[in-house]
Structures are given as structure tokens and as C-alpha cells.
């Protein structure tokens, strides 16, 4: 193994109760047998997290550039300062894995405009950018000043569809309603902000139209580290969103377990087949 598979983050709470498993067998002297099974099956979990990143296309090298500057910025300081109304971290990214799928998605939509709710780096509406046409956008929504001079400065200057981002400053609710006053319509919606907030997207994405027609709602972080199905958490947002979707007779849902889970939505008049 390459290195300590304890030391990678994960998503998926049982792997964090498996390390403490591991843990308390060899600080208890458990039989050799069972320390050892129990992390062979850690190490089939880094083994599987490596198989699937080779597995899939390489990002680009200006995605690339973004997730190497971001690991590396000292966003502890940044937030100290002032200048950023979170205290940010790398883990917000969606990563080579994610980003490759994003970019596929768009691919096989064959998406002219995205709303990309929730930019931090711009990593993802980067992956999105670049498998649109040239007259494609992507409208991608943050909070923050320091991000859009981030962001332009930095990172979209060194990409050749870094033209293709357009990037609005504002609490996303309020931007989101404005879009959807304005009858902008928009083929992807990617929904990787607030969680708290995405009973809110809903009724703007759905019921006032801000999706177009044939269109998909892409939500990032479906199980929000397990805040979405443990047994020792109460009502979380995760667990609201995801309860007031599969009521919803009227949509059509898939939970994809890509990295802390994408929840794809769309209408269900645009999934069902027809018959003669």
C-alpha cells in the first residue's frame, strides 16, 4: 500500500467505526486473526478508492492546478482575516472523480447552461465548463469576494473554457430567485451548498421552472457523511431533502454512491418510456 489508509478522509462513517474497530483490537490484544481481517478489509477499501480513480479519465491539467492550489492555500487565515464568511477547507472540492462524472454528465446531456449553486475553488464548474459547446455557460453562485478574485485571477485565466463561467456574487437564494424571475432556464442544476436550503432550491427549481424541460438537478453530498441514514442522528437537512424528494410523486430519483453520494433528479414525465 502506498501509505497509512487511516490517514485518508472518508466519507463513509462505517469505514471511521471500522479504523476504530482496529484500533480497539490491538490495544486490547485481540486474537492476531481477527487485527489482521480486520484490516485486510481497510485495506480492500483504499484498494477500491485507488481502482476507481484509475479507473477514470484524468482531469485536465487546469483542474488539476485548481486542486493543488487549493490543498495549499491557507484557508485558516484567509477566514481569519476576514475575508471569507466560512472557514473554508480543501474537502469542499468534488475531486478528479466527481469531476470527471460531472463532466461526462454534461457530455451525454448535451447541456448548453448550468447553474452551478455553491463555487468555493471552481473546480466542478470547471469540469462542467469544459464539455460544453462554445457558446455554452455556466452561472456558478458564492458568497464571497475573495473567491471570485480567487477564482478568475487564478485559476479560469489558465483554462481555454474558463469563458464559459460566469460567476455571481450573493446569498444563493436570493440569486436563485432572481434567475427564476427572470425566466432563465438552465439544462443542469448542480446543488452543492447550504443544505439547508435545498427544500428551498426545490421550489424554484421545479414548481417556478428553473430547470428546463428534459433537465436534471445533480445534488452533491446525498449522504452527507451518513447525516442521511444513521440511526443515531435525528432529522437532519440531508434527511428532510431527501424524504421531501422521494415523496414527491411527480420526480424521479437515483442515489449514485460517488464519493459522499450524488442524488440525480429529474421529472419523472421526462423519464418514463411510452407505450404504443
Known sequence: ????????????????????????????????????????ALELVQLRDDFTKSSTSAES????????????????????????????????MSGSVEGQFLKSFVSAQKAKRILDVGMFTGYSALSMAEA????????????????????????????????????I???????????????EKFDIIFLDA??????????????????????????DNAYRHGDGYRPDVGETPTKIFAQAVSSDSSLHSVLLPIRDGILLIRRKSDVEGTVP
Open 194 to 219: 447550504d443544505k439547508s436550503e435545498y427544500i428551498l432550491y426545490l421550489k424554484y427549481v421545479f414548481e417556478k421552472n428553473l430547470l428546463a424541460p428534459g433537465g436534471s438537478v445533480l445534488v
Open 132 to 167: 460544453l459547446p462554445a457558446d455554452g455557460e455556466v452561472v456558478t453562485i458564492d458568497q464571497d469576494d475573495y473567491l471570485k478574485t480567487l477564482v478568475e485571477d487564478s485559476f479560469l485565466k489558465k483554462s481555454p473554457h474558463g469563458y464559459k463561467i460566469k460567476i
Open 169 to 183: 456574487i450573493g446569498k444563493a437564494p436570493e440569486v436563485i430567485q432572481q434567475l427564476s424571475d427572470k425566466g
Open 1 to 40: 500500500m502506498s501509505h497509512n489508509p487511516r490517514r485518508r478522509r472518508y466519507h463513509d462513517p462505517a469505514i471511521d467505526e471500522l479504523i476504530k474497530a482496529i484500533d480497539l483490537a490491538e490495544s486490547t490484544n485481540s486474537a492476531p486473526e481477527v487485527i489482521k481481517g480486520l484490516k485486510y
Open 61 to 92: 491539467e487546469a483542474c488539476k492546478n485548481i486542486l493543488e492550489e487549493t490543498l495549499k492555500h491557507d484557508w485558516a487565515a484567509v477566514h481569519a482575516e476576514g475575508k471569507t464568511t466560512w472557514r473554508l477547507s480543501p474537502g469542499m
